[in-house]
């Protein structure tokens, strides 16, 4: 493939909205306590304790340790 093709092909990939430099990132697939071990303390220290039910709200909330204190005040 000439150098003019490959630059065709990357313009046509950016124009369909593919990124042809940057690799989707890996799952996370660490456990929830070593994932989410900044944010568990955090709402540990708010008297939040219920692991489960914390890293229940952090999923949710895509980490965000304000969402999971909406999420856990709103008792759903």
């Not at 046509?12 to 940057?22: C, I, K, P, W």
């Not at 900044?38 to 949710?60: I, S, T």
């Amino acid at each position: 493939m000439s150098a003019e093709q490959l630059a065709q092909m990357t313009q046509m990939m950016r124009s369909m909205g593919g990124d042809v430099t940057t690799p989707p990132a890996p799952a996370d697939n660490r456990p929830p306590e070593e994932r989410y071990e900044e944010q568990l303390r955090q709402l540990n220290d708010m008297g939040f304790f219920d692991f489960d039910r914390n890293v229940a709200a952090l999923r949710r909330s895509g980490g965000s340790v304000q969402g999971a204190i909406e999420h856990l005040l709103s008792g759903v």
